[in-house]
Structure formats: structure tokens, C-alpha cells
């Protein structure tokens, strides 16, 4: 049990693990400095509260900054109980999870504080891909402490009290908090791509927990799997109609529509989040045209391209996947990139990351293109030609360098409409149609909509124990 007495810190704590499962570490530490008069100010536990318990369960490493204990600062004491969690967390391998609400470094530890924000930068790093580290934010989480939660894989925020910023919004030339506040959860969420979620406090730490039961441990733990309850044969009347919603997609075809999506609020043309399949979570990466509302009706609408926002927030959630061994699938449904003068400017980059994603993972990976796959940027999406090792096409799918018509009109710019129409045809059922793609060897199986969820789970299954090897070399450059 806590030693630390009651605070909002410690009632986080007891609200994210399971009932009477926290136990405190260095709840007697506090602060070393004198200078300033600090020997006359009390800091218990020196503003953060660390130790571990259990979430459903599962053992995790928790710390949970104290606001009221000089405004939950940052000096050499309180970063040194954090990065001893990080050891901790890592001989054991078994996620951290930060509760931040914090006023900064302490100023009146200077050098001692700036070196203890270098030792947690340094854990964190060294944790990168070993154990899964989440951030939530309840209060301030400013300058250096922004830096602290980007080094974590997922970021949480409370929606209305949270501010996550490296600058606040009224040291930006220009602006003030008035104009456009750039610490807000919902700043975060839509426009910097920074948060995962974000809601009330208890959503965020109810939204923590369901993260946590469906990520493995760390980088070599084989049990991020439960027994299934669902069907595994169930087929998934009218998921055509889903093609464009692919989040509603995903959630259809997960054992009991279990769906967790990361980011969901920033560049929604593409969908990233966890599913379960016969009881494995496995990582999945949709194109989407379409946003539903809770009614069924489209809210809001996308072209069936990739984007810079949407690319990298693939490529990350990729690579994550990667490090933890965690099976990927995507659905694809692209037509080339997006095109103004603002995307050209990163869209080679962005679109070469996913692609370097893709290619670079060596879990397995199975693809499905469920509407248009054209040109280079279909290629991107997971194809066979980048590593898929699976690759299934709807029947009504369009794989191809580009629609028929248009790819007729190119070859036959002077002919009349009647044979732009009859070579449109011909083009379609040659180059573009999925049987096409699969007498090439470039789809291994045509399937109905409707069948998805057993395809899928029959070609993780097979890929179950894959081994894939590569060129020995320290890291990639992309």
C-alpha cells in the first residue's frame, strides 16, 4: 500500500490499476536541494508518486506526478524515481505508464534538474521497442516534458484541464491563446497528430486500461492472446457497405467487435488502431473515404488518397507493431496521392516512410484491397511486391495502375467516345480488374466481402510462426 498520503496523484493511481494492487516505491524520497530555502519547504515523495500493480492482471510500472508538491516540478530527486522505474520496468519487461501533471523543471535545482530531465530521456530511449510506454496528461505537460511524452508510444489526454505544449501558445509569434490555444487536447488530437485519445479523466484512465490488455508485455512476450468466444467462421453480412467507414469495417470483423483506434481524431483518411482475431491482437492499417456518424449517416467525406498526415501516422503505428511483434493487416482502398502545392512539399518523404514501414516489418502481413488499389500508391499500401504475405482482393476490387477509363483515354487521346468507352472495357478486364491482378500472381485469393473476417484469421493462423531474415545492418536510414 501507498505511503504517500491521499492526493489526486495517488487517486489516479488507485482509479488506472486493480483495487488495492498499487505498491509504492521511494514513497519517503524527497528533495537533496538547499539553495533558495528549499530545506524549509516540505516535497513527500518529491512531487511523484511511482510504483507498480496490476491492470487486469497484467504487471505495470506507474508514476503519477503530484501538482500540489511545488506544482509537481521536475528536480534531480523526482527524475531519479522515474528512471529507477524505467530499470525496474525493463528487468522485467512490463509497460510504464507516466501520469503527468507537472509545472516544468524546478527552477531552484537548475543544472540538477536539466540532467535529471536527460536521465528520463535516456531510459526512455533505451525502453523504445523493449516495453510500451503511455503518457497520460491531466494538468501541465510543458517544454522538455513534451519532449518526455513523445518518447512514449501512446498519449492520452484529459480534453478540457490538459495542456501539452513546448511552447505555450502565447509565445508563438503572432498568436495567443485567444486566436488558437496549441496546447489544448483538441489541438493535439486533430491538428499536431501529438494524442491518441482524449476525454474525461476517467475515460482516459478506463481507455488506459483497454489499451493495456491488448499489448504484449514487451518485445518478446508471446501471450498478447485469449482464448475467442466469437465465431471464428462468422460470416459479416453487408461488410461492403463498410468500405468507406473502415473503422465500422474493422470492428466488424474483430472477435466481438472489439476495436481500439489510435489517433482517431487526426487525418482520419486513415484508420490505425488494435483488433482481435481468434483472440490475437494484431495491428490494423485502413485507407478510409468516409466518416459515420453514431446514426449510420456520413458525416464527413475523403478522397481515396494518401496523404502526409495520414502516411506518417501509418508508417509510426507500423513500426510500433513491428518492434512488439504484434501480425499486421490493412485494407486497402487508394487511388494515388493527394495533390496541391502544400502536399508536395513532404508527400515523397511521408509516403517513402510508409512504404520503408511496410517493407521493413518483418511480422506477418496480410493485405486486402477492398476497392480501388492504383498506381504507386496502392504499392505503398502493403502490397505483395513490398513483403505482404498474404494478399486478398474483393471480387469487385480495381487493382491497376489507374481507372480504366482514364488509362483509354491516355492510349487513345484522338479516338472517339464510343472507343474511349468500348477500350475502357477491354483495358478493365485486362489490366485493372482484381481477376487480372490475380492471374498474375499479385492477389492470392478473391473473396466476397462478406468472408473477410475467416480469410483473414485463416492466413494469420498459417502465418503464425513466421521467421523472416534479413541483411545484418545496425538500423535503416528512412
Not at 244 to 254: F, H, K, N, W
Request: charged content about 20%; hydrophobic content about 40%.
Amino acid at each position: 500500500m501507498s505511503n504517500t498520503a491521499q492526493s489526486l496523484a495517488s487517486t489516479r493511481i488507485a482509479s488506472l490499476l486493480d483495487e488495492n494492487s498499487f505498491v509504492e516505491i521511494g514513497g519517503y524520497v524527497t528533495a537533496r536541494n538547499t539553495d533558495f530555502n528549499m530545506q524549509q519547504k516540505e516535497t513527500p515523495a518529491d512531487g511523484v508518486i511511482t510504483g507498480y500493480g496490476v491492470i487486469d492482471g497484467n504487471l505495470v510500472y506507474v508514476y503519477s506526478q503530484d501538482a500540489s508538491v511545488l506544482g509537481g516540478t521536475i528536480g534531480e530527486m523526482h527524475a531519479k524515481k522515474i528512471a529507477g522505474l524505467y530499470d525496474l520496468a525493463l528487468k522485467m519487461g512490463a509497460p510504464v505508464i507516466g501520469l503527468v501533471d507537472c509545472a516544468g523543471m524546478r527552477l531552484q535545482e537548475a543544472t540538477d534538474a536539466l540532467n535529471g530531465f536527460g536521465e528520463i530521456y535516456m531510459k526512455q530511449s533505451v525502453a523504445s521497442g523493449i516495453i510500451p510506454q503511455i503518457t497520460a496528461v491531466f494538468g501541465n505537460c510543458g517544454g522538455g516534458l513534451a519532449i518526455a511524452s513523445e518518447l512514449t508510444d501512446f498519449t492520452f489526454m484529459e480534453e478540457k484541464k490538459a495542456k501539452l505544449f513546448v511552447n505555450s501558445p502565447n509565445a508563438l509569434d503572432g498568436n495567443d491563446v485567444s486566436k488558437c490555444d496549441t496546447a489544448s487536447a483538441k489541438f493535439q488530437s486533430e491538428e499536431a497528430g501529438t494524442v491518441d485519445y482524449t476525454g474525461s479523466e476517467a475515460d482516459v484512465l478506463s481507455q488506459i486500461r483497454s489499451l493495456v490488455c491488448m499489448l504484449p508485455a514487451n518485445n518478446e512476450d508471446d501471450m498478447s492472446y485469449e482464448e475467442c468466444t466469437d465465431d471464428l467462421n462468422r460470416v459479416c453480412k453487408d461488410l461492403a457497405n463498410a468500405a468507406g467507414d473502415t473503422s465500422i469495417l474493422l470492428s466488424d470483423i474483430s472477435d466481438d467487435n472489439l476495436f481500439f483506434e489510435t489517433k482517431a481524431a487526426y487525418a482520419k483518411e486513415m484508420v490505425t488502431g488494435f483488433i482481435k482475431l481468434n483472440g490475437i491482437t494484431v495491428g490494423a492499417v485502413a485507407n478510409r473515404t468516409e466518416v459515420c456518424d453514431e446514426e449510420g449517416n456520413v458525416a464527413e467525406t475523403y478522397e481515396a488518397v494518401l496523404t502526409n498526415r495520414g502516411a506518417k501516422k501509418a508508417a509510426e503505428f507500423i513500426q510500433f507493431c513491428d518492434a512488439f511483434n504484434i501480425p499486421v493487416l490493412s485494407l486497402t482502398n487508394v487511388k494515388g496521392f493527394k495533390a496541391d502545392t502544400h502536399s508536395e512539399r513532404c508527400i515523397a518523404k511521408a509516403v517513402a516512410q510508409l512504404t520503408y514501414a511496410f517493407a521493413n516489418a518483418t511480422v506477418p502481413k496480410v493485405n486486402v484491397i477492398i476497392g480501388a488499389a492504383y498506381g504507386t500508391a496502392y504499392v505503398a499500401m502493403n502490397s505483395k511486391s513490398i513483403g505482404a504475405d498474404m494478399t486478398f482482393a474483393w471480387t469487385d476490387a480495381q487493382i491497376g495502375m489507374m481507372d480504366a477509363k482514364s488509362a483509354a483515354r491516355i492510349m487513345y487521346a484522338d479516338a472517339d467516345a464510343a472507343t474511349i468507352s468500348e477500350k475502357a472495357a477491354e483495358y478493365a478486364a485486362l489490366q485493372s480488374s482484381a481477376m487480372s491482378a490475380a492471374r498474375r500472381g499479385y492477389v492470392d485469393t478473391l473473396i466476397e466481402a462478406e468472408d473477410t473476417r475467416k480469410y483473414v484469421i485463416g492466413a494469420f493462423e498459417m502465418l503464425f510462426t513466421k521467421r523472416e531474415d534479413r541483411p545484418n545492418k545496425k538500423h535503416g536510414t528512412v
